[in-house]
C-alpha cells in the first residue's frame, strides 16, 4: 500500500533515470487504456518502489487508478497531493475536480461502515486470540492452584503476640481466617491469567488485504446456509 509519504520521498529525489520513469509512465497509461488496472498499477509501483522521478502528472493517473481498483482513500491521498502540486493550473485539473466529486460518495460509506478500516480494508478477527483481545495462560503467581500463601502468617493461619506477662499467645490470623492461605490476587481463583494480544495490541481485529464490500459475512456456514433459506424460501 502506497502513502504519500511515499510519494513524498519519490519528489525529493534527484536522481537521473528520467528515461526509465518516462517509460514505465507510459506502460501504466496504455495499461489505463487498456483497462487493465492491475498492470498500470504494478508500472506506477515500480516508478515510486525505485524512487524513480515522477511527471506533475503521475499522482493524477495513480489516483484514477487507484479509484479503479476500488482503493479510494489511497485514491483521494493521491489527487490530493496532485492538486498541490500543480493546482488550478493542471493540465488535468477538471478530471481531478471531477475524480474529487466521485470519490465522496464511497469515502463516506468507508467512514460509515463497521467492517473495514479507513482504508477501505475489510477488518478481520486476530488469528491469535480470535478477536478475544487477551490470552490466557497458566497464572505465573499460584501455578493455577487458585490460592497462594497468606503473606501475614506465613501460611500458618496463626500469629503470634507476647502479652503483658511475656507469654507468648497464638492468635487466628485475621487476614486469611486461620485459613493459611487466600484467593490468588492475580488470577481471583480461575487458575488463569491474561494479557494484551501481541499480534492484535489489543485491537481484537487485523487488516486484510480485502476491499471490503460493507456487508457482514457469515461467520460459519450454518449462518450461510440459512440465509440461503431465508431468501429462497
Avoid: W
Avoid at 509512465?25 to 496504455?30: K, Q, V
Avoid at 522521478?53 to 484514477?64: G, K, N
Amino acid at each position: 500500500m502506497f502513502t504519500l509519504s511515499n510519494l513524498n520521498g519519490v519528489l525529493a529525489q534527484t536522481q537521473p533515470n528520467l528515461g526509465g520513469a518516462s517509460r514505465l509512465f507510459s506502460y501504466a497509461l496504455e495499461e489505463m487504456e487498456k483497462g487493465d488496472y492491475e498492470k498500470a498499477n504494478t508500472y506506477f509501483r515500480q516508478i515510486i518502489e525505485n524512487n524513480l522521478p515522477i511527471s506533475p502528472e503521475m499522482p493524477y493517473y495513480f489516483a484514477v487508478t487507484l479509484y479503479e481498483l476500488e482503493q479510494y482513500d489511497n485514491s483521494m491521498n493521491f489527487l490530493n497531493r496532485y492538486l498541490q502540486i500543480n493546482g488550478r493550473n493542471a493540465e488535468k485539473y477538471e478530471e481531478a475536480k471531477v475524480l474529487e466529486e466521485n470519490l465522496k460518495e464511497p469515502l463516506e460509506a468507508i467512514k460509515a461502515c463497521e467492517f473495514c478500516n479507513r482504508q477501505g480494508y475489510r477488518v478481520v478477527a486476530c488469528t491469535t486470540c480470535e478477536g478475544e483481545k487477551e490470552l490466557a495462560q497458566s497464572c505465573s503467581l499460584c501455578k493455577q492452584r487458585g490460592v497462594v500463601g497468606c503473606n501475614k502468617c506465613f501460611g500458618n493461619g496463626l500469629l503470634t503476640k507476647r502479652n503483658v506477662f511475656n507469654l507468648i499467645e497464638y492468635h487466628e490470623c485475621d487476614q486469611c481466617n486461620g485459613e493459611g492461605k487466600h484467593t490468588c490476587p492475580r488470577c481471583d481463583g480461575d487458575l488463569n491469567e491474561f494479557s494484551t494480544c501481541r499480534t492484535c495490541e489489543g485491537a481484537g481485529t487485523l487488516n486484510s488485504e480485502e476491499i471490503c464490500d460493507h456487508k457482514e459475512k457469515p461467520r460459519h456456514m450454518s449462518q450461510l446456509f440459512q440465509r440461503i433459506q431465508e431468501n429462497h424460501p
